[in-house]
C-alpha cells in the first residue's frame, strides 16, 4: 500500500508534500472498501486475477515498448509507432502527439475471449478535453481497440473487434463499440445498438486531467456495463445495455491489440493507407482516431468481472433472498387460521406472499400465542413482518413516493422525500419531526456505489437515489440518518450551504421541485394541507377569514364583480396568502432550491420576471431576501399585502377548520419554513392523515364512513403509546378487524 | 418460442377459469353502481361494456363493512412475489428482459380493479420465462432436491395424473392463499381449481414434460390466486 501511495504522490501536483500525501492517502485508505480485483500495480490474489490475459503497468521509464506482465499464453508486448509522441515517467505513458502503440496479432487475447465469449478492460487513465488539445477528431478517439482498422483495401468496412473510446466532440463520455460481424462504421455501431456510452450531459463523471479508474465489461448474455470511480474514488455503474449479436466467436485471427489510435491511422507510413476525406476536417482520414491522454494500468481479461469484483462491500444484494426459507417446508402441518391471519398480515404489509409453510409464518404464528383476537399479540406478528426488506423497499417506499409528488402517483423514481419517510419509519422517528427536523436520509456510500455527490447527485439532481433504486439496493440496509440539510448557492462552488429553515419533508428537493416551480408559492401552501392534513383547499376555504394578506395579484373585482371576489376568491385566498408567507425566501428553478439567503440577488427588478430567470446563480428578489414571485403581477390590486418578510399567520381555525385541523393554539403563527411545519406536525389533522393513508397502504382501499372508528382509534394510539412511530402505525393498522375484512 | 406461446394461453385461460371459480367470493365486497356503465356478469362480479372485467376501480369502490378488500401484487412485486413464494431467486436476464417489457401493464397500487387482459397477458408472459428458469433449476438438481418438479421426469413426453396433483399442488401450497372450506379448515387448492389446470394442461395434447412442467407452474403464478394479496 505504501508502494501504491509513492506511486501517486509521485505524480501529485505538489499541493502536498510527499510525506503529507502519503500520509492523507494511507489515512483514506484504511478507510476505503476493497474491492476483488487488481489494483493500480496489477496486484492481486489468485482469484482477482483469474481471466487475466494482458497486463500492462507502463513502469518503463524509457524506449519504445510496453511490457505485458502476463507471460502466460506468451507476452503480447506493445510498441509504440512514434516514440517522441509519447512521455514516460511516475509509472504512466503520455501520449501527446499522434501515434499508436500496438502488438502483433493478439492472439492469445483473440483465443481466450472468443472462448469464454466475455471481456473486461480495467484501465487507470487520465483523459483529456477537445479545448485542452485543439483536437479535430471525427468519432472517438481510440483508448483502446483490437481491430485491424477501420477499412479494408477494397474501402468496404473492416472486420472489428472492440473498442473503448472517448468522443472528444462530447469531451465528458467514454463509449465501449463491440462489433461482432462485419465492421460497420460509427453510425451503424449506434443503431445497430451495439454501442454503450457514458451520459454526456453529466460532466461529473469523466473527468480531465486527473488520473480515473474505469472498467468496460461484457458477460457472455451480452449485458455491457462501464463503472467509473467518482471523486471519491468509488466505482460507480454509470451505464449498462444488453447487446445485441454480442458473440466474441467471430474476432479474426488478425486482429492486433492497438492503444491511443487505429492501427491503420495516417502516420503510419508502413502500411497501405485507406482514406475515407472526413469531411470538413481537413488533412484527416476515417482511420485517424489518435487519442490524448496518459495510461498508468492497462488490464485485458477475457471474463466478465462481477459486481461484487468491482463494487466489493458496496456491490448491490438481492434483499428478497434474505427471507428465503432453505429449510424443509413441513407440509403435513395442518393450516390453521392463525396460520391464516398471519399469512394475510404479511401479505399486506410486505406486499408479496410467502408459502403457507415458511417458518416466518410461524414465528407469526407463535406470537399471536393463545388469543389471536388480542391487539397486542398480532402487533408482535405484525413486527416480524416489518422487520422484512420488503416493507421497507415496496410497502413503505410506495407510501411516501405517492406523497412526494404532485399527482400522488407511485411512478416516480425514488427520491429524498420518499428516502426520509423509509428511513425515519426504519428507524422509528417521531413522524412530527418530517416535517420540522432538520436532516435527510440518503444511501450509506460504504454500502452502495451511487453518485454521491452532494451538490452535483443530491441538491441539483435526484441522480443519488435514481441510482439506489435502479440498483436495488436494499433501502433497509443502506439508509443513514444525515442531520443538517444543505444548499446549494449556485455559483460553481463545492460547499454547500446550510439550510437555516430546514423542516424536514418540507424542504426536501423533491416536495419543493413539485410545488415550489413557477407560480407564486401558493401551492406549497396548498398541497402542504393536502399532502399532510388531507385537505384539498375547496375543502378548507372559509369566506369569513380576513383578507388582510390577500396578494396585490389577486383581482378584488374579478369581472368587475366584488361580491364575486368575497365568495369565490376570498375563501382560499385569506388563508392560503396569510400562509404562504412561510415560503417567501424560496423557489425551485433551474434544477435546484434557491434560497434568497443563499443565492445572489438577480439585477432584475421587476417581480413579474421572477419566473423566467434561467440564471444558475442568481436569483430575483423583489425586495431583496423575498422571491420575486411573492409580489408579481403588483398592480393587479396595489393596497394588497406586500410579501417583506417570512412571517405568517393562520386564519384556517374557524368553524370547521378548527374542528377538524385540532391546531395546537401556540402554533397560529411565526415565520419560515420550519414554525410552518411545526404547526401541520402538531395538528391533530396530521396525525389522523398519516392513518388515513397508511390504512389506504395496508386495507387496500379508501376509509369508508364506517371506518371512522378504526381511523381514531389507531390515531389516538399513534399520537400516544406509539410515540409518532409510522412502523408502529403500519403493524397496528394491518392487524386491525375491519382492515382484515373480520 | 412457440411453445412459450401455447404456454402463456394456457395460463390466460386457467387465469380466466380461475377468475371464473373464484371472482365471486373476491369480488364479494363489490357492489356495481347505477349509470357506472357496468353490468352485471352475474354473482357479485361485473363486466365493463367493453367486455374488460371490472371489480370497479379503486376510485369508486363500494366498501362493504365487514369484508376483505381484495388486492394483488403490485407491478414493483409481481417479480418478488414469484420469487418469494417459489423461494427461488436466480433468475435469468430473459425474465428480467420480460418484466421490464411489460411492466407498464401492471397494477401500480394493486388493486383489484387494475385486472385487465393486458395486465393477465403481461403476468403470463413474465411466469412463463420465470417458470422456465426454475425448471431448469431443478432439472440440474437430484429428485430428493427437488422442491416442485420433484416426480416430474424431464427427460419424458408426458405426465401422469398423480404427477400432475403433485406438481399442482405444490405451487398450490407455495403460492396460493388457502380456501376455508369450512370453519378453521383450510384447503391449499380446491378440486375445482385442480380441475382447470388439468383440463388445460390435458388440452396442451403431445408436448414433452419439461413444457407441461412450465405450464403449470405459469398456470399457478399468473393466476388470480398467485398474485392475490
Redesign the interface.
Known amino acids: 500500500m505504501k508502494s501504491l501511495s509513492n506511486k501517486i504522490c509521485a505524480r501529485s501536483e505538489q499541493k502536498f508534500n510527499k510525506l503529507l500525501c502519503v500520509t492523507v492517502l494511507l489515512l483514506i485508505t484504511m478507510t476505503a472498501y476493497k474491492a476483488h480485483s487488481l489494483d493500480i500495480e496489477g496486484n492481486g490474489t489468485e482469484a482477482e486475477r483469474e481471466g487475466l490475459v494482458a497486463l500492462y503497468l507502463f513502469n518503463e521509464t524509457s524506449g519504445s515498448t510496453v511490457n505485458d506482465s502476463i507471460t502466460a499464453g506468451g507476452q503480447l508486448n506493445l510498441t509504440i509507432d512514434n516514440p517522441s509522441a509519447v512521455v514516460w515517467g511516475g509509472g504512466a505513458l503520455e501520449i501527446s502527439a499522434a501515434t499508436a502503440v500496438r502488438s502483433a496479432v493478439a492472439t492469445k487475447v483473440i483465443n481466450a475471449c472468443k472462448a469464454s465469449n466475455e471481456i473486461t478492460i480495467e484501465a487507470w487513465i487520465e483523459s483529456r478535453t477537445q479545448n485542452d488539445l485543439a483536437l479535430d477528431a471525427y468519432g472517438p478517439a481510440r483508448i483502446l481497440t483490437l481491430s485491424n482498422g477501420i477499412t479494408k483495401a477494397d474501402r468496404t468496412p473492416a472486420s472489428g473487434g472492440f473498442f473503448i473510446g472517448q468522443n472528444y466532440d462530447a469531451g465528458h463520455q467514454y463509449s465501449f463499440g463491440i462489433n461482432t460481424t462485419t465492421r460497420l462504421n460509427r453510425n451503424e455501431i449506434v443503431t445497430e445498438g451495439a454501442l454503450l456510452e457514458t451520459d454526456s450531459s453529466d460532466r461529473s463523471i469523466v473527468t480531465h486531467n486527473t488520473r480515473q479508474h474505469i472498467y468496460f465489461t461484457k458477460n457472455k448474455e451480452g449485458l455491457a456495463k462501464i463503472y467509473i470511480d467518482d471523486k471519491f474514488g468509488v466505482p460507480i455503474l454509470r451505464t449498462q445495455m444488453s447487446l445485441p449479436n454480442s458473440s466474441l466467436a467471430n474476432l479474426s485471427d488478425t486482429f492486433t491489440l492497438t492503444l491511443a489510435n487505429e492501427p491503420k491511422y495516417q502516420s503510419d507510413s508502413g502500411l497501405t493507407l485507406l482514406r475515407d476525406t472526413v469531411p470538413n476536417i481537413a488533412d484527416r482520414t476515417i482511420e485517424d482516431k489518435d487519442w490524448r491522454g496518459k495510461y498508468y494500468m492497462l488490464a485485458v481479461y477475457c471474463k466478465a468481472l462481477s459486481e461484487t469484483q468491482i463494487l466489493g462491500s458496496r456491490a448491490p444484494t438481492d434483499w428478497l433472498t434474505a427471507d428465503v426459507n432453505t429449510e424443509e417446508l413441513d407440509v403435513t402441518k395442518p393450516i390453521t387460521s392463525k396460520r391464516m391471519l398471519a399469512r394475510q398480515i404479511y401479505s399486506r404489509l410486505v406486499g408479496y406472499n410467502i408459502p403457507i409453510y415458511h417458518s416466518t409464518l410461524q414465528q407469526m404464528e407463535d406470537a399471536l400465542s393463545t388469543d389471536a383476537n388480542n391487539i397486542e399479540n398480532r402487533m408482535r406478528a405484525a413486527a416480524i413482518a416489518t422487520s422484512k426488506p420488503g416493507f421497507y423497499n415496496r410497502t413503505v417506499k410506495d407510501f411516501a413516493k405517492k406523497m412526494s409528488n404532485r399527482d400522488e402517483t407511485v411512478d416516480v423514481p425514488l427520491n429524498d422525500f420518499a428516502a426520509t419517510v423509509v428511513g425515519a419509519t426504519r428507524d422509528s422517528i417521531d413522524a412530527r419531526d418530517l416535517l420540522r427536523g432538520d436532516f435527510y436520509y440518503r444511501a450509506d456510500t460504504s454500502k452502495a456505489a451511487v453518485p454521491s455527490d452532494l451538490i452535483n447527485d443530491l441538491l441539483i439532481s435526484n441522480r443519488h437515489y435514481e441510482s439506489v433504486e435502479m440498483l436495488n439496493y436494499d433501502l433497509q440496509r443502506v439508509l443513514i440518518k444525515q442531520n443538517g440539510q444543505s444548499l446549494y448557492n449556485g455559483m460553481n462552488s463545492t460547499v454547500p450551504a446550510a439550510n437555516y429553515d430546514a423542516a424536514g419533508l418540507l424542504t426536501s428537493r423533491a416536495f419543493l421541485g413539485a410545488h415550489a416551480i413557477a407560480g407564486t408559492n401558493r401551492r406549497l401552501v396548498e398541497f402542504s394541507f393536502q399532502v399532510f392534513m388531507c385537505r384539498e383547499i375547496t375543502q378548507w376555504a372559509d369566506n369569513t377569514a380576513p383578507d388582510s394578506y390577500v396578494g396585490r395579484d389577486v383581482d378584488r373585482f374579478p369581472t368587475g364583480s366584488h361580491p364575486k371576489y368575497q365568495t369565490s376568491c376570498r375563501g382560499c385566498h385569506g388563508q392560503m396568502d396569510a400562509l404562504r408567507g412561510a415560503f417567501a425566501r424560496i423557489t425551485f428553478e433551474t434544477g435546484f432550491v434557491k434560497h434568497a439567503w443563499v443565492v445572489n440577488q438577480d439585477a432584475e427588478t421587476n417581480p413579474d420576471e421572477a419566473n423566467n430567470n434561467e440564471n444558475i446563480s442568481t436569483m430575483v428578489q423583489v425586495p431583496r431576501g423575498i422571491s420575486g414571485k411573492m409580489n408579481k403581477n403588483n398592480t393587479m390590486f396595489e393596497q394588497g399585502k406586500v410579501t417583506e418578510d417570512s412571517s405568517w399567520i393562520n386564519y384556517a381555525n374557524r368553524g370547521a377548520n378548527e374542528l377538524y385541523f385540532g391546531w395546537k393554539p401556540d402554533t397560529l403563527q411565526g415565520r419560515g419554513i420550519k414554525d410552518f411545519g411545526n404547526m401541520i406536525a402538531e395538528s391533530k389533522a396530521f396525525a389522523h392523515c398519516m392513518t388515513e393513508r397508511v390504512f389506504q397502504s395496508v386495507c387496500k382501499r379508501k376509509p369508508a364512513s364506517f371506518d371512522a372508528p378504526v381511523i381514531q382509534r389507531v390515531t389516538d394510539k399513534f399520537k400516544g403509546e406509539d410515540t409518532y412511530s409510522l412502523r408502529k402505525l403500519f403493524e397496528r393498522m394491518a392487524v386491525q378487524p375491519e382492515c382484515l375484512g373480520e | 418460442m412457440k411453445n412459450y406461446t401455447k404456454i402463456r394461453m394456457i395460463a390466460t385461460l386457467s387465469f380466466v377459469a380461475l377468475i371464473s371459480a373464484m371472482l365471486g367470493n373476491a369480488c364479494s ?1 363489490f357492489k356495481s353502481g347505477s349509470g357506472s356503465g357496468l353490468s352485471s356478469g352475474g354473482g357479485d362480479f361485473v363486466f365493463r361494456n367493453d367486455g374488460e372485467l371490472a371489480c370497479k376501480s ?1 376510485a369508486d ?1 363500494i ?1 362493504v ?7 394483488i ?2 407491478k ?2 409481481i417479480l ?2 414469484m ?3 417459489t ?1 427461488f ?1 436466480n433468475i435469468s ?1 430473459a425474465t428480467v ?1 420480460s418484466y421490464n417489457q411489460r411492466n407498464a401493464s401492471f397494477s ?4 383489484i380493479g387494475d385486472i385487465n387482459s393486458a395486465l393477465m397477458m403481461g403476468v403470463a408472459a413474465v411466469a412463463v420465462e420465470f417458470c422456465n428458469d426454475l425448471a431448469n433449476s431443478e432439472a440440474a438438481m437430484s429428485v430428493a432436491n427437488r422442491k416442485f418438479f420433484s416426480t416430474v421426469d424431464f427427460a419424458g413426453t408426458s405426465l401422469t395424473n398423480t404427477t400432475l396433483d403433485s406438481v399442482i399442488g405444490e405451487f398450490a ?3 396460493w ?2 380456501e ?1 372450506i369450512s370453519a ?1 379448515s ?1 384447503l ?1 387448492a380446491t378440486p375445482e381449481e385442480l380441475q382447470i389446470v388439468r383440463d388445460e394442461i390435458a388440452a396442451m395434447g403431445a408436448v414433452n414434460a419439461k413444457l407441461k412442467a412450465v405450464a403449470i407452474c405459469t398456470a399457478a403464478l399468473s393466476s388470480l390466486k398467485g398474485i392475490s ?1
Do not use: H, M, R
Request: net charge negative.
Open positions: 365486497g379503486q369502490f366498501a363493512e365487514g369484508s376483505k378488500t381484495p388486492a401484487v403490485t414493483a412485486n418478488e412475489n420469487k418469494s413464494c423461494q431467486t436476464q428482459d401500480k397500487e394493486g388493486y401450497a407455495a403460492c392463499e388457502p376455508e378453521g383450510f391449499i394479496l
